[in-house]
């Protein structure tokens, strides 16, 4: 599987797909920062249903990202 982790200041985000028993993919992301036991990992996952699995990790990513510069 290909690495999609992106570093974003002090966040790890790593946009991941799921393929559906309807042939679309659902799409979630892992927002990680810290390290050790003072690490934090947040997960997002999102309610649209995509038709490719390229669509569904342009999603997360973009998401991932607006999180990430946000805060």
């Given amino acids: 599987m290909k690495n999609n982790n992106i570093e974003v200041g ?3 985000v ?3 797909t799921k393929p559906q028993d ?3 993919f659902s799409a979630s992301v892992s927002i990680r920062s ?3 036991m ?3 990992d947040r997960v ?3 309610a649209p249903q995509f038709a490719s ?6 999603y997360a990513t973009a998401e991932g990202l607006a ?3 946000a805060h």
């Avoid at 699995?53 to 342009?58: I, N």
């Fill in 10 to 12: 002090r966040y790890l």
């Fill in 38 to 40: 003072a690490s934090v």
């Fill in 22 to 24: 309807d042939g679309s």
């Fill in 34 to 36: 810290g390290r050790g």
């Fill in 44 to 46: 997002m996952r999102f």
């Fill in 67 to 69: 999180w990430a510069r």
């Fill in 53 to 58: 699995r390229r669509a569904a990790l342009r």
């Fill in 14 to 16: 790593s946009p991941m």
